[in-house]
Nanobody
Framework: QVQLVESGGGLVQPGGSLRLSCAAS????????MGWFRQAPGKEREFVAG????????TYAAFVKGRFTTSRDNAKNTVYLQMNSLKPEDTAVYYC?????????????????WGQGTQVIVSS
């Protein structure tokens, strides 16, 4: 059983940056593709970014491409989401998820484990 814990959320002004972390325990993260999702109030959970189990391949939603970067450190069992040029519409609860596979799917139901989420608020 893999446990995932996100951290790094908070309040940031438009144009600012945040770095989210997702720490895993109870399993070897290098066996899992990882995804980042977000959910705003009244909206469905949506794919943000994904990274393959080796870190060699990343995928991004069109609305974050060029602004967000995901990476991983398998030695530390941690995945990161660097978010730059944040916009008010990026306000949401951000979740990391793990799937025991090489490549990260974009559909939330394909993931095996989820963290509890971390709140990101972009506001002046």
């Amino acid at each position: 059983q893999v446990q995932l814990v996100e951290s790094g959320g908070g309040l940031v002004q438009p144009g600012g940056s945040l770095r989210l972390s997702c720490a895993a325990s109870g399993g070897t993260l290098s066996s899992y593709a990882m995804g980042w999702f977000r959910q705003a109030p009244g909206k469905e959970r949506e794919f943000v970014a994904g990274i393959s189990w080796s870190g060699g391949t990343t995928t991004y939603a069109a609305f974050v491409k060029g602004r967000f970067t995901t990476s991983r450190d398998n030695a530390k069992n941690t995945v990161y989401l660097q978010m730059n040029s944040l916009k008010p519409e990026d306000t949401a609860v951000y979740y990391c998820a793990a799937r025991r596979d090489q490549a990260p799917p974009i559909q939330p139901w394909e993931y095996d484990y989820w963290g509890q989420g971390t709140q990101v608020i972009v506001s002046s």
